[in-house]
């Protein structure tokens, strides 16, 4: 059974830095890519970044320059959102998503960031 844990969310002050840690378990098929995305109160669900298997790498617009998607290089399966200069508008519930080879999806339970002072 598969299973992603997200970790390290919390409650920040603006233009502080929280890093976020998604640990995929249970997934012996290759990962195609994984993404962090999240959601707000009363908003859509919205895609905050993406790592491919290559490496390659993208952001939404709102986050670029602030944040940094990496895999865990000692660790395959864990992946890492680094956010820096946080906002009160980056608050959301923050979410990994797993996309397998076979196009299976999988989703983590959600950590709560919260940027306020």
């Known amino acids: 059974q598969v299973q992603l844990v997200e970790s390290g969310g919390g409650l920040v002050q603006p233009g502080g830095s929280l890093s976020l840690s998604c640990a995929a378990s249970?997934?012996?098929?290759?990962?195609?890519?994984m993404s962090w995305y999240r959601q707000a109160p009363g908003k859509q669900r919205e895609l905050v970044s993406t790592?491919?298997?290559?490496?390659?790498?993208?952001y939404a617009d709102s986050v670029k320059g602030r944040f940094t998607i990496s895999r865990d290089n000692t660790k395959d399966t864990v992946y890492l959102l680094q956010m820096n200069s946080l906002r009160p508008e980056d608050t959301a519930v923050y979410y990994c998503?797993?996309?397998?080879?076979?196009?299976?999806?999988?989703w983590g339970q959600g950590t709560q960031v919260t940027v306020s002072s």
């Open positions: 998503n797993i996309i397998s080879n076979s196009l299976q999806f999988y």
């Open positions: 249970g997934i012996r098929l290759s990962i195609r890519s």
């Open positions: 790592i491919s298997s290559s490496g390659s790498t993208n």
